[in-house]
């Protein structure tokens, strides 16, 4: 857009939508750091809305902590939860399969 061409209204715009990311990198900032993590900070950091967040712990389907009715999250919890079931990947597959058929006495 031509800065020529804005008007008062978009200009705002832009700098609320500037304002918003520079909040959300200051927040990512902080997250880095911290070894607990709120139920918003552990949105941002997962990248799941607050609905999703909220009905993971209720459903107690995410490792979290509560004390004077406050959530919390454990990073390093949250980091070992996201990576469980990991998935083999195709090279990984055909290993196993190799040397499930050597050790059964089959060549491919």
């Known amino acids: 857009m031509n800065p020529e061409n804005q008007t008062p209204t978009t200009a705002a715009i832009t700098l609320e939508d500037l304002a918003a990311k520079l909040d959300e990198l200051k927040a990512l900032a902080t997250i880095g750091v911290k ?55 195709k090279d990984e597959l ?5 040397s499930y058929c050597f050790n059964r006495g089959r060549v491919f």
Do not use: C
């Not at 055909?94 to 190799?98: I, P, R, S, Y």
């Open 94 to 98: 055909e290993a196993d399969a190799e």
């Open 35 to 89: 070894k607990v993590l709120t139920m918003k900070e552990a949105a941002i950091y997962t990248g799941w809305s607050l609905p999703r967040m909220y009905a993971m712990t209720s459903g107690r389907l995410i490792p979290y902590y509560k004390k004077n009715s406050k959530v919390y999250f454990n990073k390093e919890e949250l980091d070992a939860w996201m990576l469980q079931r990991k998935m083999r990947t």
